[in-house]
C-alpha cells in the first residue's frame, strides 16, 4: 500500500474512540473484504451499510416483509452480496449495489449465525447455526438443508449420521452450537457442547472427518479463523480463549484431509478421529484473565493475524482485551458503561470496531501524535535529550565551498510510472470477479441554489468558518449537530463549550440563535 | 521535431493541431478530459464551464452559476460528476449527464478556492484554497469532514494517490506536503530550493510525485526516498500555476504548458525535450491528455481564450 512511510514501531492496535455510528439500535456488524464498507444489522430488521471512508451511510437495505431484529451479517467474497439472518427464522440474500432482494428463506429455528461461503464469488450455500440444533449448511437456491452431526457416533458401527432434511428431533436440550467455514469454504469447523472441535467436508459425505478435544470439555461457544486461514480461535465455557494452528494447507484441505484419514489406522472410531485431528489443528496458545476469570464474547484476530481481542462478557461493561499472538496481554481499551454485544477488527487498518447494548456503533483507532519530522526533513526527533557535541571543523570558514549536491540516486535510472505493486495480504485476489469496494456517492442535491444566499443554515456554516477560533468550535458544534450524543450530559456540555467559544469573538446574537438550534436536537 | 533512434521505442510521432475551440469570453484556467473519454470539461474567468464531446468537439452545454471566475476543475471517477473551484470562494459539484444542474454548493473557504480534486472512489473531495488550508468535503452530504491548516502561503494543488489514502498539496511557500487522507496528519514535506510550488501531482501508479516550480523546473520525486529522481527544464514558468501531467498512452512522456506560449512534451526517462508544440497566443496554462487515445487539450490565458486540441497522427 501507499502508506508504509508510516512508523511502523508504534504497535499496530488501537488505543482510543476515535468516533461512534448511530442510526437506529445496532446489533452486529461485518466488514467487506477490504473494509470499506460496514454492514450493520438492525433491531428493525434492516441493514445499513456505512462507507467506512467517510463514515456516512451508503446504502439501506430495508425490506417491508422483515421487521425482526437482525442477528447475524455476513457479506459474500467480492462484497456483491450480503446474508442476513433475523429472529423471525428467516434468511435474506440481499444484492448490496442494487439494493434489492435475492431470495429469502424461511427456516425452521431462528439463527443465531449465518456465514456465506468463503470460496466462492456468488455463492448460493451458507452454514446456518439456529439457536438450539445442530449447524447445518442451507443452499439458498433450493432451500434444502443439511444438518451437520455434532457428536462422534458413540459405538462403532454406526456411521456419522446421514444428512436429513428436517432439523433437529427428539434430542434433548441442545445448546447452540459453533460452526465456521475454513478460508476456502471446503471444510467446517464444528465447535460442539463437549468441547471437541469437529472436522467436517460439508461436499462429501457429512461426515466427520477428525476431531480435536479441549482438554476441559468445556462447551465451545464460538469458533472463528484469522483472516489468512492459518490460525483458529475457540471461546469455552471454562473462561478460555485457545488459539490453534491449522495443520492443512489452505488450497486442498480437503483433499489432505482425505489422506490423512486413509492413512490413520485405528480400530477405535474416535480413537482414529482424535489422531487425524491432531494432524489438521495444534493447540498454540492460551488466553484468559486468570485474576478476574472473565467470560470472552465475540473473539477475534486483527486483520494481519498478530493480535488476538475478545469483548467481556460480563455485563454493564463495554472492556476490550488485547493480547499479541505470543499470548502477552497488550491492552485493555474500556467505552462507556454498556455491555458490548459484537466485535470486529477491520481487515487492514488497526481499527477496532464493537457495538454496544444500547446499538452504538464505536470505533477504536490509534491515538495520533504529531510526527514534527515530517514538516521539514532535516528535523530529527530525539526520544531525549542530547547534550550536542559540535564538530572539530563545524563552524571553520571554508572559502567557496558551496554544499555539493548529492544526488544519491541514479539519475539516469528508469522510472516506472504505471505498474502498481500487487498488495500483499490480499493474496488470493483473483481477478476474475470484480471486487465491490465502493458504493457510488451521489450527492443528495441541495434545496435551494441561491448563487450568494442559500438557506440560512448554510450561511451559519460559512460565517462560522472565517475566524479561525471559532472554526474549532464551529466543528465541535457541528458534530454535535451530526451525530447526537447518546448521553444527555454530553450533549449539553458541548454546546455550551461552543457557546463560550463563540461568546468571546462577538456576533453573541447570531451565534447564540445557532447554538440553541443545537440544544433543541 | 521529431528525436529519432530510440533504441526500442518506435519513433515518436508528432502531435499535430486538431481544433481549435473559441467558446469562452476570458482566459481559459483548466482543461480536462472525463476518466471514460467521452467529455472534455473547461473552465474559465468568465465564470462559466463549457463541456464538450470528445469525439468531434461540439459544445455541449455551458455551467453557469459561479459569480466569480472558476480556477480549477476535477472528475468523479465514474465521470458522473464535475466539481469546480472557483473565486467566490465555493467548490459547486455539477451532474455531467443532462440537466446538468448544480447538485451541491460547498461553502467553507475563506479565500478564493484554487484547487480541487476528487478521490478515486468519489466520495471525498479534497480543495486547497488562497486561505491556506485544505478541505476534504464529503460528497454525498457536502459537509467539510476536516480543515487542514496546511502551509503558510496559498495552496495552488491538490491530488488524491491512487487508493485514495495520501494527499499531496503544493504551495507558494515552497514546500509539497504528504498528508495521510483518513487523520489528516502531515506524513511528509519535500523541499525543493524554496522556490513556489506551482503544480505537485501523483503518478498514475502513486509512487512517484510531480512537482513544477516557479523556477521554470519540473521534478519527478520518489517521495518515500524524499529524492527527486528527474529533472526537466526548456520551458518557461515564472509566474502562473501551469499545470502539467503524464501521458501513458503511447509511450511515457511529459506534458506542461509554459509561458512562452507552448506545450512541452519531454520523454520521462531520458528528460530530453520532444517536442513544442505552437499555437496559442499566450501563457498555456493547463493541459490534459486524453485517457485512451493520443490527444491533448492546452488552454490559453487572456490573450489567446482558447482550447487547443491536438492529436497524434496514427
Known amino acids: 500500500m501507499n502508506a508504509q512511510i508510516i512508523d511502523p514501531l508504534q504497535g499496530d492496535f488501537p488505543e482510543v474512540i476515535e468516533e461512534y455510528l448511530e442510526h437506529g439500535v445496532m446489533k452486529c456488524i461485518a466488514f467487506n473484504r477490504r473494509g470499506t464498507l460496514l454492514a450493520a444489522g438492525c433491531v428493525d430488521g434492516s441493514c445499513v451499510i456505512w462507507d467506512f471512508e467517510t463514515r456516512g451511510i451508503a446504502k439501506e437495505l430495508r425490506d417491508k416483509d422483515s421487521v425482526a431484529p437482525i442477528t447475524s451479517v455476513c457479506w459474500s467474497k467480492y462484497g456483491h452480496r450480503i446474508l442476513v439472518s433475523a429472529a423471525d427464522k428467516s434468511l435474506t ?113 457429512v461426515e466427520i472427518q477428525a476431531v480435536v478435544p479441549i482438554s476441559t470439555a468445556a462447551v465451545i461457544k464460538n469458533i472463528a479463523f484469522s483472516r489468512n486461514g ?22 486442498d484441505g480437503s483433499i489432505t484431509l482425505q489422506e490423512l484419514v486413509k492413512t490413520t489406522d485405528n480400530h477405535d472410531v474416535l480413537e482414529k478421529l482424535k489422531v487425524v485431528g491432531s494432524k489438521c489443528l495444534v493447540l498454540v496458545r492460551e488466553f484468559q484473565d486468570t485474576i478476574t476469570k472473565m467470560h470472552w464474547k465475540a473473539p477475534c484476530f486483527s486483520g494481519d493475524g498478530e493480535w488476538v481481542i475478545a469483548g467481556s462478557a460480563s455485563k454493564g461493561e463495554h472492556k476490550i482485551y488485547i493480547w499479541d499472538k505470543a499470548g502477552y496481554l497488550i491492552k485493555i481499551l474500556e467505552g462507556p458503561k454498556e455491555a458490548l454485544i459484537d466485535l470486529a477488527w477491520h481487515p487492514i487498518h488497526p481499527i ?41 571543523d563545524e563552524f571553520d570558514l571554508m572559502p567557496e565551498t558551496e554544499k555539493v549536491k548529492e544526488s544519491g540516486v541514479n539519475e539516469d535510472e528508469e522510472v516506472d510510472i504505471v505498474t502498481v505493486e500487487k498488495e500483499d495480504g490480499f493474496s488470493d485476489s483473483d481477478m476474475s470477479q470484480e471486487e465491490l469496494c465502493f458504493l457510488p456517492a451521489i450527492p443528495c442535491p441541495d434545496e435551494q441554489q441561491g448563487k450568494g444566499g442559500g438557506s440560512s443554515s448554510k450561511l451559519m456554516e460559512s460565517t462560522h468558518s472565517e475566524s479561525p477560533v471559532s472554526e474549532d468550535a464551529a466543528m465541535e458544534g457541528l458534530a454535535a449537530n451530526n451525530a447526537s450524543s447518546p448521553h444527555e450530559g454530553k450533549l449539553l456540555l458541548s454546546s455550551f463549550r461552543f457557546l463560550c467559544n463563540i461568546l468571546f469573538i462577538g456576533g453573541v446574537q447570531r451565534f447564540y440563535s ?5 440544544v433543541r436536537i | ?70 480556477s480549477d476543475i476535477a472528475w468523479s471517477s465514474d465521470s458522473h460528476y464535475i466539481c469546480s473551484a472557483s473565486d467566490d470562494r465555493t467548490i459547486r459539484i455539477w451532474d455531467a449527464r443532462a440537466p446538468f444542474d448544480c447538485l451541491k454548493i460547498l461553502r467553507g473557504h475563506s479565500d478564493y478556492v484554487f484547487c480541487v480534486n476528487f478521490n478515486p472512489q468519489s466520495n471525498l473531495i479534497v480543495s486547497g484554497s488562497f486561505d491556506e488550508t485544505i478541505r476534504i468535503w464529503e460528497v454525498t452530504t457536502g459537509k467539510c469532514a476536516q480543515v487542514i491548516k496546511a502551509h503558510t502561503q496559498p495552496v495552488t494543488s491538490v491530488h488524491f494517490n491512487r487508493d485514495g489514502s495520501l494527499i499531496v498539496s503544493g504551495s507558494h511557500d515552497g514546500t509539497c506536503k504528504i498528508w495521510e487522507a483518513a487523520t489528516g496528519t502531515c506524513i511528509m514535506t519535500l523541499f525543493s530550493d524554496r522556490a513556489a510550488v506551482s503544480f505537485a501531482k501523483f503518478s498514475p501508479n502513486g509512487k512517484f510525485i510531480l512537482t513544477a516550480t516557479l523556477d521554470s523546473t519540473l521534478k519527478l520525486w520518489n517521495y518515500k526516498l524524499g529524492k527527486f529522481l528527474k529533472i526537466y527544464t526548456g520551458h518557461t514558468n515564472k509566474v502562473y500555476c ?35 508544440l505552437e499555437g496559442h497566443s499566450d501563457t498555456v496554462i493547463s493541459v490534459s491528455c486524453h485517457p485512451i487515445a493520443n490527444r491533448i487539450a492546452s488552454a490559453g490565458l487572456d490573450g489567446d481564450r482558447s482550447i487547443k486540441i491536438w492529436v497524434q497522427d496514427p
Open chain 1, 93 to 205: 440474500l440481499w444484492d448490496v449495489v442494487s439494493g434489492k432482494k435475492i431470495t429469502r428463506t424461511i427456516l425452521e429455528q431462528t439463527s443465531l449465525l449465518a456465514r456465506l461461503h468463503p470460496g466462492s464469488s456468488t455463492p448460493s450455500t451458507c452454514l446456518v447455526c439456529p439457536l438450539s440444533s445442530a449447524p447445518m449448511v442451507v443452499d439458498l437456491e433450493t432451500g434444502t438443508t443439511t444438518v451437520l452431526p455434532v457428536t462422534v457416533p458413540e459405538t462403532v458401527n454406526e456411521v456419522a449420521a446421514p444428512p436429513r432434511n428436517k432439523s433437529s428431533d427428539a434430542t434433548p436440550h441442545f445448546t447452540p452450537t459453533a460452526a465456521c467455514f475454513n478460508k476456502r469454504g471446503d471444510l467446517v469447523y464444528v465447535g460442539n457442547s463437549k468441547g471437541e472441535i469437529l472436522i467436517i467436508d460439508h461436499n462429501r459425505s
Open chain 1, 230 to 251: 492459518m490460525y483458529l480461535l475457540t471461546n469455552s465455557n471454562d473462561r478460555i480463549i485457545r488459539m490453534y494452528e491449522n495443520l492443512l494447507p489452505q488450497r
Open chain 1, 352 to 392: 477496532v470496531v464493537s457495538v454496544s447494548l444500547a446499538g452504538f456503533v464505536y470505533i477504536w483507532a490509534k491515538d495520533y501524535t504529531e510526527n514534527w519530522s515530517a514538516f521539514a526533513p532535516d528535523f530529527k526527533e530525539l526520544e531525549e535529550n542530547e547534550e550536542y557535541v559540535e564538530r572539530e
Open chain 1, 514 to 518: 445557532h447554538g440553541t438550534e443545537i
Open chain 2, 1 to 70: 521535431m521529431t528525436s529519432g533512434g530510440q533504441q526500442s521505442a518506435p519513433l515518436y510521432k508528432p502531435y499535430r493541431l486538431l481544433k481549435t475551440l473559441r467558446d469562452h469570453e476570458r482566459a481559459v484556467s483548466c482543461v480536462k478530459f472525463s476518466n471514460d473519454g467521452n467529455l472534455l470539461a473547461s473552465a474559465s474567468l468568465d465564470k462559466t464551464l463549457i463541456l464538450w464531446s470528445a469525439s468531434n468537439f461540439s459544445l455541449l452545454t455551458r455551467l453557469v452559476g459561479h459569480s466569480e471566475g472558476v
Open chain 2, 242 to 276: 501551469v499545470s502539467s501531467t503524464f501521458s501513458v498512452t503511447n509511450g511515457k512522456y511529459i506534458v506542461s504548458g509554459s509561458e512562452d506560449k507552448c506545450v512541452y512534451l519531454w520523454d520521462l526517462q531520458q528528460k530530453t525535450m520532444i517536442q513544442k
